[in-house]
């Protein structure tokens, strides 16, 4: 069963059709995280949902992170309704200006809490984690929208990162025939 921001994101996000996956993968469904990310109300909605269950997930955490491009909205979001800063994980390290790859200010030994929007294999929250830890930052958990349950959380705790989301696919999937 899902709740009313659930439904709103199969209404507005959740498409149908063949879809190649970041993991590589085909799919015949694809979550379309700028069709919720680009909306105030739900990406409002999501922010408070997003900043709850990172404090949930991980007391500790001093600071949000959010990987580039995808969960930056979402990190944004979270972090004014929490209050709590925000760090941009770049891709790569940039080649000019100061040529971070974490952007926004931190302390080594910050404890910091991932977000994410969808998650697949986990290969890009992985890539993300290991650029924070290279940075001095503390990850135990992460959060995301939705789990496609394709072995992210998997992948995540092989690394020692627990994984929370707001919706499981299978949740979302058997929630289509409702919204």
């Not at 659930?6 to 979550?31: C, E, P």
């Not at 000019?96 to 931190?106: D, K, L, Q, S």
């Amino acid at each position: 069963m899902i709740d009313d921001l659930g439904r709103l994101l199969v209404q507005h996000a959740l498409l149908q059709g063949d879809f190649l996956l970041r993991s590589g993968k085909r799919s015949t469904w694809y979550l379309d995280k700028y069709r919720f990310e680009t909306r105030p109300d739900l990406l409002r909605a999501l922010g408070v949902r997003l900043a709850e269950a990172a404090n949930e997930a991980e007391p500790d955490v001093v600071r949000l992170a959010g990987p580039a491009l995808g969960a930056v909205a979402l990190a944004a979001s979270a972090s004014m309704a929490s209050e709590l800063p925000f760090i941009i994980v770049r891709n790569e390290t940039k080649e000019y200006g100061t040529a971070n790859r974490i952007e926004g200010p931190f302390d080594e030994g910050d404890v910091v809490c991932l977000l994410e929007d969808v998650v697949t294999s986990g290969g890009a929250l992985a890539e993300s984690v290991s650029a924070l830890r290279d940075a001095g930052l503390v990850v135990r958990n992460a959060v995301c929208v939705v789990d496609r349950e394709e072995g992210g959380a998997d992948a995540l705790a092989r690394l020692g990162v627990r994984l929370a989301s707001l919706y499981r696919a299978s949740d979302l999937l058997a929630g289509r025939i409702q919204a």
